[in-house]
Nanobody, 119 residues
């Protein structure tokens, strides 16, 4: 069982930066991948960035070149560095991790952290 807790959200002006953190209660090394999703007002939840256990990263097109996902397996923490923030980045950001094995598929979610980009 893995519990995920996000932090680092807040209010920032357009063009500013924030770093989100996702701390796991258990080892993230056992997870196949971890990612950040977001859900803006009136929008569906979307995958923003994902990093696999091997370190491969993927990003949604709208954040490429601005956001960077990284992981620290020693600290059991995943980060999302967000630069050049835009108003359309305003959303609740959720941390996710999953594992697939002979025991089945396990999907873990954090409670979410609000990011508001506004002047």
């Amino acid at each position: 069982q893995v519990q995920l807790v996000e932090s680092g959200g807040g209010l920032v002006e357009p063009g500013g930066s924030l770093r989100l953190s996702c701390a796991a209660s258990g080892s993230i090394f056992s997870l196949n991948a971890m990612g950040w999703y977001r859900q803006g007002p009136g929008k569906q939840r979307e995958l923003v960035a994902r990093i696999t256990s091997g370190g491969t990263t993927t990003y949604v097109d709208s954040v490429k070149g601005r956001f960077t996902i990284s992981r620290d397996n020693v600290k059991n923490t995943v980060y999302l560095q967000m630069n050049s923030l835009k108003s359309e980045d305003t959303a609740v950001y959720f941390c996710n991790g999953y594992s697939v094995s002979g025991l089945g598929f396990f999907d873990y979610w954090g409670q979410g952290t609000q990011v508001t980009v506004s002047s």
